[in-house]
């Protein structure tokens, strides 16, 4: 059974940062892609960086510069680096994982529960 577990949520100023984390485990194949999703309340959905299984990286316009995607193979656990944050920064983050395939289009199989991220002075 495969299992998301993020951490790390909490509330901040902007300009502040935050370090989200997402532990994985019972992942069957080697190829799996996780990333990080986010949801304001009131708009869609949208992913934010996703780490390939090649180690290749992507994230979103909105965060290119300020958030770093990274992973702990040893620990399977995929982190987010979120500095220089901004109110619109604030929302529901979501690890996530799949194939990129499927990870990129954005309908992964297997999510977390989300962690809240609130940033606000």
């Known amino acids: 059974q495969v299992n998301l577990v993020e951490s790390g949520g909490g509330s901040v100023q902007p300009g502040g940062s935050l370090r989200l984390s997402c532990a994985a485990s019972?992942?069957?194949?080697?190829?799996?892609?996780m990333g990080w999703f986010r949801q304001a309340p009131g708009k869609d959905r949208e992913g934010v960086a996703a780490?390939?299984?090649?180690?290749?990286?992507s994230y979103a316009a909105s965060v290119k510069g300020r958030f770093t995607i990274s992973k702990d193979n040893a620990k399977n656990t995929l982190y987010l680096q979120m500095n220089s944050l901004k109110p619109e920064d604030t929302a529901m983050y979501y690890c996530?994982?799949?194939?990129?395939?499927?990870?990129?289009?954005?309908?992964?199989?297997?999510w977390g529960q989300g962690t809240q991220v609130t940033v606000s002075s």
């Open positions: 996530a994982a799949d194939v990129k395939g499927r990870l990129v289009a954005g309908i992964p199989n297997y």
């Open positions: 780490y390939d299984s090649d180690g290749s990286t």
């Open positions: 019972g992942f069957i194949y080697r190829s799996v892609c």
